[in-house]
């Protein structure tokens, strides 16, 4: 069976509105409050196995996922999920630092604007489109600067105090007190709100989209893992699930492994990564050791932490190549090329689900194959397609051979791009027409 187009825009797989995909329902819940304990994500995973097909995510906005659910289960997993004391986000989508509030280098603690807006805004309820965001960044170790949002409010150091610094789609930032910021916000939300569930803050007059922040351009990591300091002499630990994705037992192991180190919670974090907090440096060690035992990532510099994929098939019914399965073998291969500069996005389809914002290199399935979108968006693909695995050899030989010295990986790319990087792939390959992926 061909794979289907991609589903509609503004299609997501909410709480309350589970999506369907190639492996059955799939069901998205963000903790309300950013944080669930030990045994609420075991209890998480029990139903995930009793419900669905036992397969959870963590997106690259720290959202959980639950895969493989029927029209049946989706019922008893929302109960199950509200029967462990879990109260799921609804509404607006707003967020903040996991470490709000914990984190020492935070200029501000983005949590009380953040309930501000939520409260200012119930009344948009149903009259906003599901992909309407808010980002609320007060500043501090986790950059939030790769969330797309529609309204961005960043907190900055001013005299006397802290001012925001916000944003609204593409257009021009306005520096303002905590309490004008807010109504610039709400103001800004009941405009998109009043053109229509499709509306995003781009369509408002003088807001055209430009390119988002991007992650650790304000000198943060891109991707929380590791060790952070938290007020009171705590520690928060960064583990990274394989690609966002693993089992239910992994996720039971994790949780057990946070109890047994002495975590205090457990937060879902921005680029599909998993924070314990609470920890003392001891237990931040010993949880780091656990999971680095159960294949998560724990370390900035792991190669797979530079690889986003999609589930692609079978699990997704747009998917045109096997994305996640597939990424153990890329970043094995291309692991020279990933020396932090460089992000490979593997999207099974043009719509590019796991990696919003451009990647340096984009795998995109296509009917006769894959295309390699460079410093782009996969909707930009064009062909000509090429076979994954001659792609990926190819672009191992030229990590390995054509780098200059002292050259980075985005570099070499940008260079062999400048030579015409994708025509010359083709050519290397010695064909005169598309190779069918096999
Ligand atoms: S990008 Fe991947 S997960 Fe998203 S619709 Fe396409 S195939 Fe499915």
């Known amino acids: 069976m061909s794979p289907r187009p991609p589903a509609r825009r503004g299609a997501c797989p909410a709480f309350l509105a589970p999506m369907e995909t190639g492996d059955g329902l799939i069901l998205r819940l963000v903790p309300a409050e950013g944080a669930i304990s030990s045994g609420q994500l075991r209890g998480l995973a029990r139903a ?31 109960d199950a999920v509200l029967a462990l004391g ?32 939520r ?27 790769g969330h797309k949002a529609d ?48 509306a995003r803050a781009t369509d408002l007059l003088g807001c055209a989209a430009t390119q988002p922040a991007t992650s650790g351009d304000d000198g943060t990591p891109a991707t929380p893992l590791g060790t952070f300091s938290l007020a009171g002499g705590r ?29 205090r919670d457990l937060r879902p974090a921005t680029e599909r990564v998993l924070l314990a907090t609470g920890l003392d440096a001891e237990g931040a ?36 190549f096997p994305a996640r399965d597939l990424a153990p073998n890329v970043a094995e291969a291309l692991a020279p090329l990933l020396d932090g500069t460089v992000t490979v996005h ?12 451009p990647a340096t290199l984009t795998f995109v399935g296509m009917d006769e ?36 010295p002292g050259e980075t990986g985005r570099g070499l790319l940008a260079r062999m791009q400048e030579a015409g990087l994708p025509a010359g792939l083709w050519l290397r390959e010695g064909n005169d027409r598309p190779m069918v992926k096999t």
Not at 53 to 59: A, L
Not at 62 to 72: C, D, F, K, N, P
Not at 376 to 391: E, F, K
């Open 48 to 78: 995930a196995t009793a419900f669905g097909n036992s397969m959870m995510e963590i997106t690259a906005r720290g959202s959980l996922q639950v895969r493989g659910l029927t029209a049946e289960t989706v019922a008893p997993l929302q």
């Open 119 to 145: 409260e200012g805004a119930a009344g948009l309820a149903g009259k906003l489109g599901p992909k309407v965001s808010v980002v609320v960044d007060g500043g501090g170790a986790i950059s939030l600067g």
């Open 346 to 357: 593997l999207s099974a389809c043009a719509k590019g689900c796991a990696h919003p914002a």
């Open 369 to 404: 194959g894959i295309a390699l979108v460079h410093e782009g968006a996969p909707s930009g693909a064009r062909g000509p397609a090429i076979a994954v695995d001659a792609l990926v050899a190819t672009l191992a030989t030229l990590a390995a051979t054509s780098r200059a």
């Open 235 to 263: 520690f928060a630990c960064g583990i990274g699930l394989p690609f966002g994705a693993g089992a239910a037992d992994l996720f039971a192991a994790l949780a057990d492994a946070a109890e047994k180190a002495g975590a």
């Open 86 to 117: 879990i109260t799921p986000r609804l509404g607006l989508a707003i967020d903040i630092s996991p470490l709000s509030g914990l984190d020492p280098r935070e200029i501000a603690d983005a949590r009380p604007l953040a309930q501000r807006i």
């Open 151 to 198: 309204v961005r409010l960043v907190a900055m150091r001013s005299s006397p105090g802290v001012r925001w610094s916000i944003t609204i789609g593409g257009g021009a930032p306005e520096l303002l007190a905590e309490q004008d910021a807010a109504s610039l916000a709400l103001d800004a939300l009941s405009r998109i709100a009043a053109l229509g569930r499709r």
């Open 285 to 320: 060690h010993a949880f780091a050791a656990d999971a680095r035992r159960l294949g998560c990532l724990t370390a900035p510099d792991d190669p797979r932490a530079f690889i986003a994929a999609c589930p692609g098939a079978p699990a997704c019914v747009c998917a045109h």
